[in-house]
């Protein structure tokens, strides 16, 4: 016996008054089979979120050069991933889309699971044993693993940039630290959870009214009260809150992550309140004049640098060849542009142009000045795309100042953020890196 036993089993029967003593917790609804319900929905919804997370991270193309990745030490956490492919077109979009709307449909699936396991928070004795340690340990790393990603998702999907950390490092390693939690505790929990649900039928549980709700029965776990109170809502009843939840959230966030028409139905986004008129009448994250971009004259120039730096006007660069692509823009955000008719120059064609080998990549940088969105660095995949431009047109009109007048860049699959606007200098780098 340790030191913990020993103390363990003399607290035991003196547990702090309030939330410590069972008979606390009163209601009919906690049980093993109710959180085993929600755990199913959270499993295969979680591990898409880790996916699409992960394939968001592999989309900066973090090994590319340091300006795409600002996480300090990520080592092996993001040197192993792989480059990010240059299409099909809508790889990005429907990644993010999921990101970030399912991401919201989870919160009330996620309350409701810590909701019907908060007696455990007040377990007593606090630990029994070490491996009881371990396990709330985990169970710490989990819960706050989970809140923590989901309150610095949300407030990023909002513009609420109220932390003194990076959100693209934070939430990356925040995913790494929860996932690790949560394939320890479904390790643990998973037979349990079945066998909760084989205990009792969804349908029969779905026909309960209120009057006939009572508690499961006791179970080692304690999720059932000692001393339950009559039901004032059945199973049904709360499992049916739970889902009007999620599925107004959905309907309420969807439509922002599709675009186009759809996006005024986003009524809990925070954007679209710039969008643009006639032929560029899509929405507009940041305008011209938010990122202090001046109206640009017939004195822009493109720099070109390459074996054979050049520099081209605009009337030059609409003088070569001009290709059209059919492209959504998907911001990391979960908002997209949809699909617009972009027109411009193949990035190809410019690399040619200045002697660039195939398998060069590419720096980008914007007339913007100032921290983040002024530059990206584009794999020579990407660079070779035959629908990546360097966009002059949109949707048969020349580009608007807010999307980037006199040249932006629009590649398939990239993600919203590289697709950078204001373009004035393009560099081809030797893939050395
Ligand atoms: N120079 C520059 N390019 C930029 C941005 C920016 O702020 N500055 N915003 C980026 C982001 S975050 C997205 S999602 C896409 C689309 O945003 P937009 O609607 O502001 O064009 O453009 C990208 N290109
Ligand atoms: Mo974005």
Redesign the pocket.
């Known amino acids: 016996m340790t030191a913990l036993d020993r103390w363990a089993d003399r607290v035991a029967e003196h547990p702090p008054p309030g939330p410590f003593r069972r008979g606390f917790w009163r209601s009919p609804l906690r049980g093993p089979w109710f959180t085993a319900v929600l755990s199913v929905a959270l499993l295969p919804g979680i591990t898409l979120m880790f996916l699409t997370g992960l394939a968001s991270y592999a989309a900066y193309n973090p090994n590319l050069a340091p300006g795409n990745d600002t996480t300090p030490d990520k080592g092996l956490l993001g040197s192993w991933l792989p480059g990010w492919p240059a299409g099909p077109s809508w790889l990005y979009w429907v990644n993010q889309g999921v990101h970030v709307t399912l991401g919201l449909v989870l919160i009330p699936i996620v309350l409701a699971k810590l909701w019907s396991v908060l007696p455990k928070l007040f377990e007593w004795p606090p630990a029994r044993s070490i491996t009881h340690l371990i396990e709330r340990a985990s169970l710490l790393l989990l819960v706050g693993g989970a809140v923590f990603e989901l309150v610095t998702g949300v407030m990023n999907i909002q513009y609420y940039y109220a932390w003194p950390f990076g959100f693209y490092q934070a939430h990356y390693y925040g995913a790494w630290v929860f996932i690790a939690a949560f394939v320890v505790h479904v390790a643990f929990r998973l037979r349990i959870m079945v066998g909760a649900l084989r205990g009792r039928s969804l349908r029969a549980e779905l026909r309960t009214p209120v009057s006939q709700t009572v508690a499961e029965q006791p179970d080692p776990d304690h999720l059932v009260s000692a001393d339950p109170a009559p039901a004032t809502i059945s199973r049904r009843g709360a499992l049916g809150m739970v889902a009007a939840g999620s599925l107004t959230l959905f309907g309420l966030s969807v439509g922002q992550a599709i675009g186009g028409a759809t996006r005024s139905t986003a009524l809990l986004a925070p954007r679209g309140q710039?969008m643009g008129t006639g032929p560029a009448d899509?929405?507009?994250?940041?305008?011209a004049a938010?990122?202090g971009?001046a109206p640009v004259g017939d004195g822009w120039r493109l720099e070109l640098k390459g074996p054979a730096a050049t520099s081209l006007s605009r009337d030059q660069l609409l003088a070569l060849t001009q290709h059209t692509a059919r492209l959504p823009?998907?911001?990391?955000?979960g908002?997209s542009?949809g699909v617009q008719t972009w027109t411009g120059v193949r990035l190809a064609d410019l690399a040619a142009m200045v002697g660039a080998a195939p398998d060069t990549n590419l720096f980008v940088e914007?007339?913007?000045r100032g921290p983040?969105?002024?530059s990206a660095t584009l794999s020579a995949g990407q660079v070779q795309a035959p629908d990546a431009l360097l966009a002059l047109r949109v949707n048969g009109a020349d580009l608007t100042a807010?999307?980037?007048f006199p040249a932006?860049?629009v590649v398939p699959a990239l993600?919203?953020?590289?697709?950078?606007?204001?373009?004035t200098r393009l560099t081809f780098l030797p893939a050395t890196v």
Do not use: M, Y
Request: net charge neutral; glycine share 10%.
């Open positions: 710039n899509f929405q507009v994250n940041k305008t938010d990122a971009i823009i998907a911001c990391v955000e908002w542009t914007s007339l913007q983040g969105f002024g807010d999307h980037g932006r860049i993600p919203g953020v590289q697709n950078t606007k204001w373009v």
